[in-house]
């Protein structure tokens, strides 16, 4: 290896510029694939929808044996069914909260906060919304790329109303 190949091949590489314009935002499990369907967003798709059913079937199956581990435990009648109908309104909410929120972002003094022990609760719900969605879309893909496409025209707006260099202007001439 030659002193200039050497060289080359130890100097550090220049930082790459940022590209001009909006940046995508990444989206769990797609990253920024979900904007031109590449780097086996199919595939991913078809994987988080397999694999939030199973996590649902799973959890179902859990919560089957907590039932079971109460009627064996002989608890009575109305605690077992106050478990199943706190467990079913839990998971209804948590399925109408998580699809809500792939359409709009939570306002920024919502009360998503105080719900995140009753999504935990109804997670089932969560992962049910996460399969239906991921079957036609990512999860949040419609409303990243609404915010994503807005921000690209606004961008290519103001970019279209510069002519150049302002102060390369001519001055028009005064009449005396």
Known sequence: MSEEQ?????SPAAPAEPPAGPQPE?????????VDHTDGYALRRAALAAGSLVGAAAGAYLLRLAYEGLEIGNVGPFLSISVIVLFAIATAIAFAKTWESFGRRPAPSSDEAALKGLKAIGFIGSLLAYFLRSLTEAPGEKLHRTEYERAAAEYERRRSTRTGNPAARRRPKRKK
């Open 6 to 10: 050497r060289d080359q091949s130890q």
């Open 26 to 34: 990444p989206i769990r499990f797609f990253g920024t694939s979900w």
